[in-house]
Structures are given as structure tokens and as C-alpha cells.
């Protein structure tokens, strides 16, 4: 059984479709969900979590129709969302330990997990003071306690670094990356940064206006491509991509690369040929990877169009 | 605990544990969501300063049961000046100050600090919410308009020589106590509710609460000096204060002295519980329209 399961759904707002016939089946790990702003991710995870309620379509989440059991599957759930949504007038050990008896937790064993999901977050003794103190970085573990606090089967967190410096960045996603491995727990992260998701994601979500663009594990995203780039050092570079044109390769020169693109000829041996011919330094060569970054360019301008023709 | 072996590279690294006890569902969500408000209309589990105003307010309004039971404990003669039926009147102000600071924490804050989201996620339905808030703060309100008429009763029983014969000659007025201090609890908390919960700005609805409450009736009283007949009548009704002392009246069976606005309109006092009823009914409406429609 997937984890979450979505057919046909819809959400149209007065003046702009946010998701558009959206289907996706997602089956459990860590799953990244990319898109840029206004794609639909924000609308996707709330329709997910009885905030927003779609127009048309059906959602299944852990096997329980989400859109007609809410409470019953939103006690599995935890959330983490993208604003400030602490009272910073109380301590962090109340509200979390309060978080939990909202999510069905009985009053001692709420208090008990409340202690260790803090301290798992890295939250000690400043636990007990307000949260008005707190740091961003303080804060956002106190977010990311509540949403565990429950111990849920799936946690949906919007855009978890979000106002952190680097170091509180990687902290963060490694607590997530763990949450998700160690602790068994699905995990569905909204992020602007492809570079976040790369590190932590096993799955990856992609949505452009409202559309699933592309879904599937990581992997598949970053496939070799078919150009090899060469870093090479030495007086006689030109001549080098002279000699590689004349053999009848595509070759365009980047900053410091030559790019060779290679189909289904395997021209290594006459690159090494070449580089020792002209007594040059090999300094690097690979097959170049897609980037996730290069999902997102060429769609950008229909992405705009169809932003305007809905308004 | 082998845990403590562990390398202590990574601080977090303290072994997670799966819960597997029972789940209790929304019912749990909403008593906790009840429990928690209602301490914080008190400022439990909060800086001290937060519980300077609401705990004051309440020995504030338990004020003139003490005065009334210090009469009585030292009066030879039995001297009754406050008594249920008219106790409402001295705490009026008291109960404007409560609504104003109590209202906007318990419904403006999750607003204020988008809190709301949280719980509307969760095993909650957005109407299970607006339930638990209103009788958390009905039921602070009952710390000023019962418990001191609670006191009194009872302290008056036992400042008398004879608690029996008290008992007997006034077992009537335990069930009025009680249900006019339910009534005015649930009738001033749906008014200060619809306000608080519209905007997440705690200044603005308290501001409002104070000139719904206190405002209508300073204008009635100008009314009442001016205007006869059905105009004043129904201003009286429509007038929080004016429509809770008429319902007090009608529950103790007391009457009205005629220099009061109430007096002044000729109004049957029964006429004003409906109006409560009515007044309740639609300002608990708005105030469910409200979190059933706010975007989160």
C-alpha cells in the first residue's frame, strides 16, 4: 500500500488554478517536493493536512481517505509549518508536552515523550524558559519536536531551514535525514533549495503550475548525460580542441572545461592520445550529470504564460 | 543504559523509541485544548506578569462577598446589602476588564501567532476548536460570576447562628445562583468571542470588547433620559449589561427599582432572557463562521 496516493486533484482559487488534475503516488522514505514559488507545493500539503479542501479529486494517506477521516489520520500526522507558529509566551516543554494531548496522547505519556523529542532535537535545559528567547534556530527544533512528538507515521515539513544560518541549515537536515532513516518515520519536505533536497531526499516530487512534472526516486533525476568534460592544463589548449573538432566531436569550450559530447562513439582513447601528444596536464575528466537545477530552465517561460492566462 | 556507551560524537544521539501506547483521539484533543486555554485565561504555566490581571480581576469581583460576609460577621443586627440578586451590579466593571484582557488571549493569540494551523492539522475538527475555546473561557468567566455568590451563600449560612435554619429559609436561591451565573458566563463569553476571535490584533478587540460592553451602556442611560417607550425598550435589550441585569432580576424574581435605565423602560424583565438567548446564539455563530473560514 503507498503511503499517500492522489488522483485527479484539483484546487481552483478565485482567480488561479494552484493544482491542476495532480495524481502522484509517493510509497515512504524521504521525499523531496520542488517547485517554484507558486507551483502548487504549499496548496499540495495542505490539502494533505485538512487545511485547504480541493475542489475535485481524492487523496489517500496512509490507507484512510484524507479528505473524509481528517482526525483519524491527522493523529498519524505531524506538521512543520514554513511560519512562526509557537507561543512564545510559554516554555517549550509545555507547549510541546500541550501538542501531544492534541494529538491523542494521554497526559503522562505525553509529558514523557515531550522530554525525550526535545531532547533528540538538541533542546536541554533551555526547555523550560519561554520561547521568546529562543534563537531561530531554537525555534525551528521546537517545530520540528511538536510535528514528532507523537511519534506520527508521516511528518510534513514546509520548508524546514528556512531563515537558518549554514550551520543551523546542515543541523536541521541532518535531523531530518535521521528522523527519516534511523527513526522509520516518512517524510515529505517542501524546499526552494535543490541542493537540500539532493542531500536528504530519496524521492523526488516535482511540480510546475500546478501539474506533477516529473515524480521518482532521486536517482533518476540526475542521470548521466551524454558530454564528458575535460579539464586540461598547458600551453597548447587550442590546439587540443582543434584536434578534437577535427576528429569530428562536438566541442564547446566553458570556463575552464572543454565539453565533448559523446553519443555512442567512446572517444577516451583518443582524448588520452591527444593529451599526451600535445604534452598537455589532465587535470579532470567525467560524464557530466544532469542537475536538478536544469529540470526548472526550460519550463520557466510557460510557467509564466500559463500564470497570465489564468489571471 | 547501553545508550550512555555510545560515542559521544553526536550530542542527539540518544536512541529514538516508537510510541505504542494508546492513541485517544479527539476527545483528548479537545479536553487538552480546553485545559490549556483555560489556564492560560489565568496565565498558568506563563511569566508572572500575564497572571497579574487576570487573577486581580477575580479577587477584585470576590470583593464584595467579602465585604457583605465582614458585615455580616460584625453587625449585631442580620444586614443584607449585597445579595445575589443585586451582587451583578457591583462586579460590572470588574467583568468588562476580564472580557477585555481574557477574550483576545484565548482567541486572537493562535490567530496572532499562527498557531492555528497546528491544531486544525490535527485529530481537531475546526468546530471542536471554537467548542473548547468558548467553554474554556465560560468557564473562567464562572470564577467571577459563581464562585463569589458561592462563597457568599455559603458564608452567609455560616455567619448566622443558625446554618439550618439558613439553609432552609434560603435553599431557593442555590439553583438561581447557579443559573444566573451560567447564564451570564455563556452570554458574555459568546459576545467577547465574536469580538476577540475577528481580528488577530489583541489591541483592537480589546478596544472593542470595552466599547461594546461599556460604551452601550453609557449611551442607553443618555437614551433613557431622553426617550420613552419602545425606543428604550429595545435599546435596553440590545444592551449587554441592561439585558443581564434583567435576567438576574427575572431569575431571583426581584424587581426592578425604577431609577435604573431597565426601570426607566417599563420593560417585563422575563423579555430579557430571550434576548439573551437570541444575542448568545448569534455571536456564538459568528464566532464558529469565524475559525470555520479563516485561512490558515
Redesign the interface.
Known amino acids: 500500500m503507498p503511503l499517500l496516493e492522489t488522483h485527479e486533484l484539483t484546487k481552483v482559487y478565485p482567480t488561479v488554478t494552484a493544482l491542476d488534475h495532480f495524481s502522484v503516488t509517493v510509497e515512504g522514505g524521504i521525499t523531496g517536493v520542488v517547485g517554484s514559488n507558486g507551483a502548487g507545493k504549499s496548496t499540495f500539503l495542505k490539502i494533505l ?3 485547504v479542501t480541493p475542489t475535485s479529486g481524492e487523496v489517500q494517506l496512509l490507507g484512510y481517505d484524507a479528505l473524509r477521516q ?3 489520520v ?2 498519524f ?1 505531524g ?1 512543520m ?1 514554513e ?9 517549550a516543554t ?1 507547549f510541546v508536552s ?2 501531544a ?6 497526559r503522562a ?1 505525553a509529558r514523557e ?1 515531550t522530554a ?1 523529542t526535545l ?4 533542546l536541554f535545559e533551555e526547555r523550560y524558559r ?1 520561547m521568546k528567547g529562543y534563537s531561530t534556530g531554537m525555534k525551528q527544533r521546537v517545530k520540528l519536536a ?1 510535528a514528532l512528538v ?2 506520527p507515521r508521516l511528518m510534513l515539513l514546509d520548508e524546514p531551514t528556512n531563515g537558518l544560518d549554514p550551520a543551523g541549515r546542515d543541523e536541521m537536515l541532518d ?1 531530518v535525514r ?1 528522523t527519516g532513516k ?3 518515520i516518512a517524510v515529505m519536505m517542501s524546499s526552494h533549495l535543490l541542493s537540500e533536497i539532493e542531500r536528504v531526499c530519496d524521492y523526488l516530487v516535482v511540480i510546475e503550475g500546478g501539474r506533477l512534472m516529473q515524480a521518482g526516486p532521486l536517482g533518476s533525476f540526475t542521470e548521466r548525460t551524454q558530454v564528458l568534460a575535460i579539464e586540461v592544463d598547458g600551453e597548447r589548449t587550442g590546439e587540443f580542441v582543434a584536434r578534437l573538432r577535427g576528429a569530428g566531436l562536438q566541442v564547446v569550450e566553458e570556463d575552464h572545461s572543454v565539453l565533448v559530447g559523446i553519443g555512442e562513439s567512446r572517444p577516451y582513447d583518443f582524448i588520452r592520445d591527444a593529451v599526451v601528444d600535445l604534452d598537455l596536464a589532465l587535470v579532470r575528466i567525467e560524464q557530466r550529470r544532469q542537475s536538478l537545477e536544469d529540470l526548472f530552465r526550460p519550463t520557466h517561460n510557460d510557467e509564466e504564460e500559463r500564470h497570465v492566462a489564468a489571471v | 543504559m547501553s545508550q550512555r556507551s555510545e560515542p559521544a560524537g553526536n550530542i542527539y544521539d540518544l536512541g529514538y523509541r516508537h510510541y505504542d501506547g494508546v492513541r485517544l483521539g479527539r476527545q483528548q484533543a479537545f479536553f487538552s485544548l480546553y485545559r490549556y486555554s483555560l489556564r492560560g485565561a489565568f496565565g498558568l504555566g506563563r511569566r508572572a506578569t500575564s497572571k497579574i490581571i487576570p487573577i486581580g480581576v477575580v479577587l477584585l469581583a470576590a470583593a464584595p462577598t467579602f465585604a457583605q460576609l465582614a458585615i455580616a460577621a460584625i453587625s449585631p443586627i442580620n444586614a443584607t446589602v449585597i445579595s445575589p440578586a443585586n451582587y451583578f451590579d457591583f462586579v460590572q466593571v470588574t467583568l468588562a476588564i476580564f472580557f477585555a484582557a481574557v477574550a483576545p488571549e484565548l482567541f486572537a493569540r493562535d490567530q496572532r501567532m499562527r498557531t492555528l494551523p497546528l491544531y486544525f492539522a490535527r485529530g481537531l475538527r475546526r468546530n471542536d476548536y471554537t467548542i473548547a475555546k468558548l467553554a474554556a473561557l465560560a468557564t473562567a468567566l464562572m470564577f467571577i460570576t459563581l464562585l463569589p455568590q458561592l462563597v457568599l451563600f455559603f458564608g452567609n449560612g455560616l455567619a448566622g447562628s443558625d446554618l439550618a435554619g439558613y439553609a432552609q429559609d434560603h435553599w431557593m436561591e442555590l439553583p438561581q445562583v447557579v443559573a444566573s451565573g451560567v447564564i451570564v458566563a455563556v452570554f458574555f463569553a459568546c459576545i467577547s468571542a465574536a469580538i476577540g476571535s475577528q481580528t488577530p490584533r489583541r489591541m483592537y478587540s480589546t478596544v472593542a470588547i470595552i466599547a461594546v460592553l461599556i460604551l452601550t451602556s453609557v449611551v442607553a442611560a443618555v437614551i433613557a433620559e431622553t426617550v420613552r417607550g419602545l425606543t428604550l425598550k429595545i435599546v435596553v435589550l440590545l444592551v449587554p449589561f441592561e439585558a443581564a441585569t434583567g435576567t438576574i432580576r427575572w431569575i431571583f424574581n426581584a424587581g426592578v427599582q425604577s431609577d435604573t435605565n431597565l426601570g426607566k423602560s417599563g420593560l417585563e424583565v422575563w423579555i430579557c432572557f430571550p434576548a439573551v438567548v437570541v444575542v448568545s446564539a448569534i455571536t456564538g455563530w459568528l464566532t464558529f463562521r469565524r475559525f470555520a473560514r479563516v485561512d490558515v
Request: glycine share 12%; proline share 9%; charged share 25%.
Open positions: 493536512l485538512g487545511l481528517g482526525p483519524e491527522h493523529q500526522i506538521y509549518p511560519h512562526d507558529c509557537l507561543p512564545l509566551d510559554v516554555s509545555e500541550h501538542m494531548q492534541v494529538n491523542g496522547l494521554p505519556a515523550r525525550e531532547r533528540h532535537v538538541g519561554e511538536q507523537h511519534d535531523l535521521r534511523e527513526f522509520g
